[in-house]
């Protein structure tokens, strides 16, 4: 039974074991863009250029991973809202069907444009914005910046985002450099984020469950 | 009067004296007003959405129109679950489905109305048409007919079961021999038509006969047809009466009757070869009415510059 704060805990959920870097690099999620459309701001994770093509730096991918990984666990466990979304039409199936055995939420489709900043009137009172936003891909289907990672910062949501060589990591809180792209390291960063929230749910559910047996007992 | 005491006579008995000689049906059961359950007037609205903690129930919430996107979810892991059936049957080696295609011939894709009232959300021309698109796609896989229960409630009957045509069955006259009757009209003409079997061809109007009534080739040709199309030219006798119109109406009126009486001789493959040659559709056309400020129906009258 863990007894001291899981804020506290440098790694509370373990996520360090659920991959290691020989997963990464067989999923692909090495290879970047072309060196044409590498953003400049992506220089940093560019482990190195090969015939022009961009590789990414997968030990600063495992660190940032990592960090994804706690943090999504972390906003699990305190029963936060998490939201997967992805505006590639490859991968809508498979993010929506991820989000939902998870139970949390996914938005894999055209972007209204007041979702976040209009969510009063367009939804109604009662609902609560997202306390964790996942981009599986920061892009939209034209290559152009995902209004999910202006709008999060503008309302205070942090952001989990895969980048690819050609995206922009400035907006979004915990940057992941990684393909976006390739249909394996799509489906391996579901599989990662989708363990990480059950991991946290169960935690959660754990300590629920610990509680309300100490609360029966008090009562008796 | 009539039994009662006009001293004693209360108000009790005054309204019960009102109520014999003026019976008044305002307080009958019958007479009380009938209103519409609430459901069928205010239109269907979504429940709450959200849980006590502020938590949505749909997992597509954020996108504004869970229950489409979701719809749209649906048909596409169906889509996969057939395509995945497929592929197992091609690494088995079978090449041709073993089950048959989908039948979809009498039926047409739900129109954007009727999904809004499916999903109770705003469907935008576009995404309906995409959902349709992936309907589409999915009904031409080889293995559709594995969700055809699926593929179904976005499908709507273009006829009513209801409406079939019911074809008079043959009549015997007294020498056993079978005849039908049909009725016909065109343009101002009416025609009713017996068909008899057993004929050789003879054809009877008014009690005249086909070169006697009809000068005009086309219409002989016009009332020949439905004979001619069935390939029983010969075989039958015809007799009719024909009322009202000129030559070329009476003649279409009588093709058509006779159309009608033939399809109780004839099966149903033929009769449907029948209604798409346009043997049992009534020539609507009539003669256009005159307009105001015109001299006929299109005339108009002399046109002055100045």
Sequence with gaps: ?????????????????????????????????????????????????????????????????????????????????????????????????TAHECGEYAHTRYWQGGCFTNALLQYGPETKLPHLVILLNTQTNVFQEHTAVRDSAKMNIPTVGIVDSNCNPNLITYPVPGNDDTPVSMELYCKLFKEAIMRGKQARKEKDDIAKKLADEHKL | MMGEDPENFTQADIDRAIRYLLPSGLFDKQARPIMKHPSEIFPPQKETQVDAEGRPFHYLFYTGKPNFFSLMHDAYAKLLEIQAIEDKMLAKGIYKPDIEPLFLKRSLWLSREDLVKMVIEDVTDHDYNRLIRLLERIIQQPYAKHIEEFVLQFRRDIMAAGSKEVIEPLKYDDNGIAFSEGTGKRKTAMATVTVRDRGTGKVFINGKGLLDYFKNIQDREQIMFPFQFVGKLGDFDMECTVEGGGSSGQAGAIRLATSYALRSFLPEEQIEQMRQAGLLTKDPRVVERQKPGQKGARKKFTWKKR
């Design chain 1, 1 to 97: 039974m863990k007894i001291d704060d899981p804020l506290h805990h440098p790694d509370y959920f373990n996520v360090k074991d659920l991959f290691t870097l020989q997963d990464l690099f067989n999923a692909k999620v090495h290879l970047g863009h072309k060196l044409g459309v590498l953003n400049p701001h992506m220089k940093k994770y560019i482990f190195g250029v090969r015939q022009k093509m961009c590789i990414l730096d997968l030990d600063q991918t495992m660190e940032h991973l990592q960090l994804a990984l706690n943090v999504t666990a972390h906003i699990a466990y305190r029963k936060g809202i998490i939201m997967f979304v992805n505006r590639s039409l490859q991968f809508t199936h498979l993010v929506e069907k």
